[in-house]
């Protein structure tokens, strides 16, 4: 009994140093890695550039006495959707990040489990050796408690490889180092904004909306100035079929992004469900836990039995971390839905 209970705090030892090593080494807040990705992401940086070439645009036409009403408008349109496109741009920028660091933290913490998963196939292997040896098993029961440890061996060095994979990935996005390591995953906001709110304004905030509301406006002030009696009515004509067109465009993407918006909103809420499920389940896996570990100085169950316990509430904070993840990744596509930060994360 002794033998098996300082296995079970050697495990809980390393699980303890490998997530400190993981933390430690390289390591970057959520925060710090989008403001990382908003500093040195091409996408924003480009988005940047198209706004102060269209300001400076929109400048110059503003000063040129000769310029017709048209150009003024397109240069003020052309401004107004740069400003748009670059909100809409760091929108994306910011739930890239969140979603590669939370996969990246995800992975790290897999390592830890899978590690366990070992340590516990391990001495399970080893208890069917001694009842092999007593005749209290066979040699098939050997056999598969090899297999699941070999199973579970090439789990755990999959999960190391995705932690570097993962890695990868984030500092792609944000110009970090390739060692980036998450250094803890960020408290999901409650879902508080009604879908409502969300919508009032949508056709404002999102580029492609803005876009062809700008058709519209055009189009339409086209037909105001063919409206006369010294433009052919040819010309009035196709500038009519072309407000009808660019209205039913602007129809097509008001839905569209309308039906983004909902079913985004509806993951978000979801899966802020469902975090609460895995939360409760995780405290369920805490508790037997805690009562295990009473069990077994009782004499009631073996340490094999108590590590079990401690497998199985890894796997359901694990199961938690994932849902946390998830939650958080909806929220940022919530926000790129409605052009709308949800997060809580500062300075977007």
């Given amino acids: 009994m002794k033998h098996f209970s300082t296995l079970t705090a050697v495990s809980m030892t390393t699980i303890a140093l490998v997530s400190t090593v993981a933390t430690a080494q390289n390591a970057t807040s959520l925060s710090t890695s989008v403001q990382a990705a908003l500093k040195n992401g ?59 660091y939370n996969a990246l933290y995800v992975a790290q913490e897999n390592v830890d489990l899978q590690t366990l998963e070992v340590q516990s196939d391990t001495k399970a292997l080893q208890v069917v050796q001694i009842k092999l040896n007593v005749q209290n098993a066979t040699a098939l029961d050997l056999k598969n408690a090899q297999n699941t440890l070999n199973t579970s061996t090439q789990n755990l060095s999959d999960a190391k490889a995705q932690v570097n994979i993962a890695a990868q990935k984030l500092a792609a996005l944000t110009g970090l180092s390739t060692n980036v390591r998450a250094s803890g995953i960020t408290q999901v906001p409650p879902l508080k904004t009604p ?70 909103y509806q993951a978000a809420a979801n899966s802020q469900q469902l975090l609460v499920v895995a939360q409760q389940r995780e405290a369920n896996a805490n508790t037997k836990y805690q009562q295990d570990q009473l069990r077994l100085k009782t004499g009631v169950i073996s340490a094999v039995d108590l590590l079990n316990s401690q497998v199985a509430l890894a796997q359901a904070q694990q199961n938690r971390l994932q849902a946390q993840a998830t939650a958080m990744n909806n929220l940022a596509a919530l926000s790129v839905a409605s052009g709308v930060n949800l997060t809580g994360i500062s300075g977007i």
């Avoid at 240069?75 to 890239?96: E, H, I, K």
């Avoid at 009032?200 to 803005?210: E, F, P, Q, Y």
């Fill in 42 to 100: 091409a996408s924003v940086r480009t988005a940047q550039a198209n706004l102060d070439k269209a300001n400076n645009t929109l400048a110059a036409t503003k000063a040129d006495p000769s310029a017709l009403v048209t150009e003024t408008l397109q240069s003020a349109q052309a401004a107004t959707l740069a400003g748009v496109q670059l909100q809409n741009a760091r929108l994306g920028a910011l739930q890239d990040v969140v979603n590669a």
């Fill in 195 to 264: 879908l409502a709110s969300l919508v009032n304004g949508l056709n404002t905030r999102l580029g492609s909306v803005v876009q062809a509301q700008q058709a519209v406006d055009l189009a339409q002030l086209n037909v105001k100035l063919y409206t006369n009696d010294f433009t052919p009515v040819q010309t009035l004509n196709v500038a009519k079929v072309t407000l009808a067109n660019a209205q039913r465009s602007l129809d097509t993407a008001v839905k569209n992004a309308s039906t983004t918006l909902s079913s985004a």
